[in-house]
């Protein structure tokens, strides 16, 4: 079945750092979305990206889908505390009603 | 609107019991779907639905029952808790469960089973 790895597992960061975490999956992805979890809390949608090679911005986040449609990034400029939790990827291929989300990425910002 | 309701939020169950997790939405959505949610496993998708009636199995169903009766509610049903299960859970829904529709998350329940 369909695998979508994210890495790094685990990062932590001094404050104004920047902050990368990739995705790939095993398949080709129609779409990838990426959701925040902050601590104690659920998964809240962040976007999607949809085109090969599309890029996104939000203030300080970047996401880029790749070329092939099997790897995302999400990059978080000049962190803040506010950054803290965890970061999926989620990926559909091969029938709409699946998704399937990365392992997930929990960023540790220190002041 | 409530958007996406989950009960209870802690569970503590003895190997062999039964439960029933309640997952409610009020968005009028037709996809609803669980996840469950483990250290360094990510979300992995239990079970989901498509519409009332409507039911398919995820990626980890075993020890899993579900149904969907109606269009507001899919409960997630433990016939005989293991240790195993000892994870948090959480509903999700979507309008349609199509490619471009993001999901909506309940606050999620916390299990354990000793």
């Known amino acids: 079945g369909q695998q979508v790895m994210q890495i790094p597992q685990y990062q932590h960061v001094q404050e104004g750092e920047d902050f990368t975490t990739y995705c790939n999956s095993s398949?080709?992805?129609?779409?990838i979305q990426w959701y925040k979890q902050r601590p104690g809390g659920h998964p809240v949608f962040l976007i999607q990206?949809?085109?090969?090679?599309e890029v996104k911005k939000q203030k300080r986040l970047t996401f880029q889908f790749g070329e092939a449609k099997k790897n995302s990034s999400l990059h978080i400029t000049a962190t803040q505390t506010t950054d803290v939790g965890t970061y999926f990827c989620?990926?559909?291929?091969?029938?709409?009603?699946?998704?399937?989300f990365g392992t997930g990425t929990k960023l540790q910002v220190i002041p | 609107n409530a958007g996406v309701t989950q009960t209870p939020k802690f569970q503590v169950l003895k190997t062999g019991q039964s439960m029933t997790l309640q997952c409610a939405q009020d968005?009028?959505?037709?996809?609803m779907s669980w996840y469950r949610q483990d250290p360094g496993m990510g979300l992995r998708l239990i079970h989901y639905?498509?519409?009332?009636?409507?039911?398919d199995q995820g990626e980890v169903p075993n020890g899993y029952n579900v149904s969907r009766s109606t269009t507001e509610d899919f409960p997630l049903r433990l016939l005989s808790a293991a240790p195993s299960q000892t994870s948090v859970y959480f509903c999700?829904?979507?309008?349609?469960?199509?490619?471009?529709?993001?999901?909506?998350f309940g606050s999620g329940t916390q299990l354990s089973v000793l």
């Open positions: 989620a990926g559909r291929s091969g029938g709409y009603q699946k998704v399937t």
């Open positions: 639905s498509v519409g009332a009636g409507i039911t």
């Open positions: 990206l949809v085109k090969s090679g």
């Open positions: 999700a829904s979507s309008y349609s469960g199509r490619d471009n529709e993001k999901l909506f």
């Open positions: 968005m009028n959505h037709e996809y």
């Open positions: 398949t080709t992805l129609s779409n």
